[in-house]
């Protein structure tokens, strides 16, 4: 059985920090990327970060550069979202998702695995 179980969420003022972890375990934990998306109500799910469980290679949504930074443990088998600088805009559920295939970064239809998401609220 697959599972992505996202923690870490909460209410923050702008200008503050969060860090979201991501565990993943059986088939999920075996993937080839793991990645970070948001959804705001009324939104479509939008791409935030992703990271490659072997090479560690990293791509971020423009919207984050700069302010957040993904990251994993092979380990403990848990990918790290830590934001900083938030802003009000950043309000969102953030879901942690994992794909199989090497073709798909940014685009949520293409992934295989989903958690439940976490809410980050941002109070400006």
């Known amino acids: 059985q697959a599972q992505l179980i996202e923690s870490g969420g909460g209410l923050v003022q702008a200008g503050g920090s969060l860090r979201l972890s991501c565990a993943a375990s059986?088939?999920?934990?075996?993937?080839?990327?793991v990645a970070w998306f948001r959804q705001a109500p009324g939104e479509e799910r939008d791409f935030v970060a992703a990271?490659?469980?072997?090479?560690?290679?990293?791509s971020y949504a423009d919207s984050v550069k700069g302010r957040f930074t993904i990251s994993r443990d092979i380990a403990k088998k848990t990918v790290y979202l830590q934001m900083n600088g938030l802003k009000p805009e950043d309000t969102a559920v953030y879901y942690c998702?994992?794909?199989?295939?090497?073709?798909?970064?940014?685009?949520?239809?293409?992934?295989?695995?989903w958690g439940l998401g976490t809410q980050v609220t941002v109070s400006s």
């Open positions: 990271i490659t469980w072997s090479t560690d290679r990293t």
């Open positions: 998702a994992a794909v199989s295939g090497a073709g798909v970064t940014q685009r949520a239809n293409g992934y295989d695995y």
């Open positions: 059986g088939r999920a934990a075996s993937t080839y990327r």
